[in-house]
């Protein structure tokens, strides 16, 4: 059988508003200290931390901001059905090329998820470049600094793209941005 990719969506996280700014203020809340879980406070006096669990300041918690939304202002959610897969797909397969670097300097997928056919469900964390046994799946990735006109090649060469839209409420459930610390 033939392995058929295809892209359902190019979703841009900040077209989505409401969306964007609700996920911005939980990850800054996420990452002060004062709201770590009991068990991550425990862990940090156990091991003699215990001065760090402190309320962070309007300005540190605005540098946190900050960042986040660097790193999120030229990324996109692509979301790809796959049919078929045969043992050459691969998630690291998927990059922008950028006729300007070295290809492995070129974007790659980053915070896979796959989801159901319909895409209304995870199917499960997965090691990385291990993808499910299905027959037919949704993948859905971040690639940061997106240029639309570069495109975007998979495992078996270029693939059209729709334009981009805003992320789905769905998405922002199942797929949500994760940072590099």
């Known amino acids: ?65 900050k960042e986040l939304d660097r790193e999120l202002s030229g990324a996109v959610l692509i979301e790809v059905l796959v049919s078929n897969p045969d043992s050459s797909f691969s998630i690291g397969s998927f990059v922008q090329p950028n006729p300007v670097l070295p290809s492995g300097q070129w974007q790659v997928a980053w915070c896979e998820k796959f989801l159901t056919p319909d895409g209304a469900a995870l199917l499960g964390d997965f090691a990385f470049n291990k993808v499910p046994t299905e027959k037919r799946y949704r993948v859905a990735f971040y690639i940061h600094d997106w240029k639309q006109e570069r495109g975007l090649n998979g495992p078996y060469g270029p693939l059209p793209l729709p334009p981009i839209e805003p992320m789905p409420s769905r998405l922002w459930k199942l797929a949500p941005y994760e940072q590099v610390d």
């Open 1 to 65: 059988m033939l392995t058929v990719v295809s892209v359902i969506g190019v979703y841009s996280p900040k077209a989505n508003r409401s969306e964007y700014e609700a996920y911005l203020a939980k990850e800054v809340a996420a990452r002060n200290p004062i709201n770590f879980s009991d068990e991550t406070k425990a862990f940090l006096a156990r091991v003699g931390r215990s001065a760090e669990i402190v309320d962070l300041s309007p300005d540190e918690l605005g540098e946190i901001r």
